[in-house]
């Protein structure tokens, strides 16, 4: 039909931009007003579950031409059979675009990207994406709804797993890296897919924490600290990007047309598709924006092109159109962006250019792509705490592991993992087993369930997370794993959050370790054996006990299908761990939200105190961290020199160049993450304390010395002033440069004018 189609037309679909819109022309002359709706429509095949609604009779909506794309469909045969059903039995044959929640990885699973973001490595983040790509393309998937690039200083919040951190600079270079994973060169071969910039905007910032709550900052704060991962990802080249639940200034971004319109499209020139984000659309009747088809109108006006889920464009805009509250421009303008979207993908010359039936053997989970996300894995871990090198552990003797993390498999891959094989993937002790052999004994006992409320557990592990919970007593769980422990050499603690308790709605509101695990920590301390926390979370967590009377503290996030592995190539020393924290870590929820890129205020504290009446301080807390931004140990040890700069004055358009020299000065090779942060003393408004603008992870070996430099440019100074120009203003600057945003050597210039 496809073939017919463009024979018909008398236009060959080339893949050359010039001949898409004489043939998107030709297309759209042809269809009728119910067809061009049918493309804005994106129904969900339900059977993986990623929200409330449900859609129908999918097959006939599809045959008369009233479905755009389709997402949460698994498999290339059943893709291939959906795909011929729109080719062959709808009158124009349009292809549909398959969409899917890539988020890190497909069946090969990364770490969660809050983990991932731990790396600083841009080529592992690349890398990851272009796997995720390999593996869904090759099962039919033509584009991904990722990368997620919202903000969030907020670990209440149970979607801070699902980003990268509260850096705007380093989730920007995250978003092009993914990007570039995803889409490739031209999105022209058959392993490159669309990818989806999300959520749009500023959904990482609700209210309390709370998932889907109330957003509203001022338009300074979104620019200077918000909105850079998205610009980035439009300016390279995202295919399409997915609106927020949230209102922004009192409009949901669904219907908000100064954020989908005025800033994504006439600011930053972005030419794809914008999508709704589940029943986004329909959920503004509830903003209290009025009926569905009042809501409809207001998305399609405000720049939204397809609507996921609601059923508000197919089942309204016919009458908007003919009530005159939509025009027929406006719609032709939403069509004409999906069937570009679909014309680059080269769905129009080949609708089944993702259905290679042959592919999946050969090019998903395959051990290739394992051995990379085992290797990335032991890069996102962060060494929080190694008292007395306790770190790595030694090939010998008994390990006694314990812990409800210690022995399941579903839950090492990490929430946003929809296309995982949850039975597939080693738990903790079978992956330690398996590196480790004959060498070490390893035993293992449950020690506590994840939580002593057990309808708690349940919420917090559905989705096939079950973490298998022992209808014994706490005192007879405990009792065993006191009884396993006597016979250790150490322990080793699986313990923390299950993958469900962050994720989409999954809001929390105290951070600490659950009770019961709590409780089996302390009794392992006073067994007076070295105790290891291997921690699992998909957010900061409330550490300070465990800080204070844990010796070592690994925390290893969700590391995805390879985590297992890579835990024991960390615990036992074959990889030293590198990560650094994206997130800060505070002492207390009542910190939250706590940032390294903070202001100063007008009654800032003195440095070293905790508490100063009259000056910007607690009575029961220091304003620290527990761990700050940038925060990670190693197995080895590094010093910096003094910073040293080209010139202490530095004249518009030229460049200034600062240099430290690292050296390792530990026993072992080891990789570095070597910051950069700015600060502008004075400004026209306020300025950050400091502000992260660069940064280089370098790899030394054990005593080598190294000199890092980076190039300064005015580029670099700019910010958004109080009318939102972005400028650069002359002044004093201090440079900071260390291995995380407290520690830092400082020196300062000067901008001439
Ligand atoms: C969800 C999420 C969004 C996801 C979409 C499709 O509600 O908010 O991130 O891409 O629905 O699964």
Redo the contacts with the bound molecule.
Sequence with gaps: MCLLLCTCLGIQAQHKSGDMDRFIDDLMSRMTLEEKIGQLNLP?TGE?V??QAQSSDIAGKITRGEVGGL??LKGVGRIRDVQKLAIEKSRLGIPLIF???V?HGYETIFPIPLGMSCTWDMKAVEESARIGATEASADGISWT??P?LDISRDPRWG?VS?GNGEDPYLAAEIARAMIRGYQGTDMSGNDEIMA?M??FAL?GAPDAGRDYNTVDMSRNRMFNEYMLPYQAAVEAGVGSV?A??NEIDGLPASGNKWLLTDVLRTQWGFDGFVVS????ISEMVDHGMGDLQTVSALALNAGMDMD?VSNGFLGTLKQSIEEGKVSVETLDQACRRILEAKYKLGLFEDPYKYCDLTRPARQIFTPEHRQVARRIASESFVLLKNKDNLLPLQKKGTVTVVGPLANTRSNMPGT?S?AARLDDYPSVIEGMKEVLGNQVNVVYAKGSNLISDAAYEQRATMFGRSLHRDNRSNEELLREALVTAAQADVIVAALGESSEMTG?SSSRTHLDLPDVQRHLLEELLKTGKPVVLVLFTGRPLTLTWEEEHVPAILNVWFGGSEAAYAIADVLFGDVNPSGKLTATFPKNVGQIPLYYNHKNTGRPLEEGKWFEKFRTSYLDVDNDPLYPFGYGLSYTSFDYSDIRLSSPVMSPGDDLQVTVTVTNTGKRDGAEVVQLYLRDLVGSITRPVKELKGFDKVVLQAGESREVTFRINTEMLKFYNYDLEFVYEPGEFDVMIGGNSRDLKKARFTLTH
């Design positions: 969900v993986i990623t929200g997402f949460n969409g899917m929640d988020i709804f990722s997620m979607r699902e989806c999300k959520h959904y997915m927020s639940f984000d589940f029943t986004g996921m946003w929809v989409e």
